[in-house]
């Protein structure tokens, strides 16, 4: 029962991971990324870039915006899947037309055991390989298109939160006064967004509080349906209910089968050390799996719990030891 339980919550984990990526591409969270974040943007507003998202056309039927396939295979240099790929052509005051390449990461672990900016390296390097033959070729690398990264950790450190870097190539004169062309040189970014899961939605943000608010609370399980709403509402989004709706509902589907799995190992053991010990047990087991699954905090899985003072105690003793 307990592999079918694990097989279960696993199949709804992956179930999330497909949603949060979904939620990536929606124009009102995809089109506050890029007006953000990416400097290209500067001369666009968030309204325009949304319409530009949505399906926006030029004068000659050509799309502004396409959602690319999320794959690409090289030959003899492996395979690599993106969470969330596209490119948008952003218009210029100077009435000239900027081509970004723009991939949207969403890592939930700070340390998978490497630097998540090296694995983006090597993702900037095929974005712009995959370009040749399209964008440029040997006769003219300057049709070269700049491409970007974007981090988001939904899950950093809470002395992390709401920090972001920007990561990107710099000139530095060695001798002389000689300056290369800035659009020579700038082909590739990467931009990390640290954001805490326990983020108190009522302590905004020093800056740019209305896009980290909304990705810290729709890529996280850590509030309930209802504080989602509050934050669609106070932040203006229309069309993004229904998956954030989803993903609540499969974290209630592994919070169910947790419970089960939770009842059924704290039974077993409390076979061994007395019933007492065994719902004791059952408690912190339940605890340590809500918190893995549903990504939350020990408070969080207390609170859903409605453990007693008590219980509470009890638990806060056992991983404080």
């Known amino acids: 029962m307990e592999k079918v339980l694990e097989i279960t919550s696993n199949d709804h984990i992956i179930m ?39 399906g926006k056309k030029d004068q000659e039927g050509n799309s502004y915006f396409q959602q690319l396939n999320n794959v690409i295979d090289i030959a003899h240099h492996g395979r690599v899947e ?20 723009l991939d949207v990461e969403i890592q939930n672990v700070e340390n998978p055991g490497y630097a998540p900016l090296t694995r983006g390296n090597d993702y900037l390097s095929r974005m712009i390989t995959s370009q040749n033959g399209k964008e440029y070729d040997y006769r003219n690398y300057d049709g070269m298109k700049k491409t970007y990264v974007i981090w988001i950790l939904p899950q950093a450190a809470k002395k992390r ?29 990467q931009i990390m967004i640290y954001l805490n899961k326990d983020h108190d939605i009522k302590d905004k943000y020093e800056d740019s509080d209305w896009i980290k608010t909304p990705l810290v609370i729709f890529l996280n399980n850590t509030y309930d349906l209802l504080v989602k709403k509050e934050v669609m509402k106070e932040y203006g989004f229309e069309e993004i209910e229904k998956e954030v709706k989803k993903m609540c509902n499969l974290g209630e589907m592994i919070a ?51 453990l007693t003072a008590d219980e509470r105690k009890d638990v806060e003793e056992y991983f404080k030891s």
């Open 161 to 189: 939160d709401g920090h972001v870097n920007r990561i990107n190539s710099k000139l530095e004169n060695i001798s002389g006064s000689t300056i290369e062309r800035l659009e020579s040189y700038d082909k590739s970014e």
């Open 82 to 101: 993106f969470d969330y790929l596209c490119c948008i052509n952003l218009p210029q005051d100077d009435e000239t037309m900027k081509r970004i390449y």
């Open 256 to 306: 169910r089968e947790n419970i089960e799995k939770g009842h059924s190992i704290g039974l077993e053991q409390g076979l061994v050390q007395g019933l007492a010990q065994g719902q004791k047990l059952e408690r912190i087991t339940l605890i340590k799996n809500m918190m893995e699954s549903l990504q939350c905090s020990m408070q969080r899985a207390m609170d859903v719990l409605k």
């Open 16 to 54: 999330i991971d497909k949603l949060c990526k979904r939620i990536l591409g929606y124009p009102e969270i995809l089109g506050r990324i890029i007006k953000g974040f990416i400097k290209e943007s500067k001369d666009v507003s968030l309204e325009e870039i949304i319409e530009l998202i949505k």
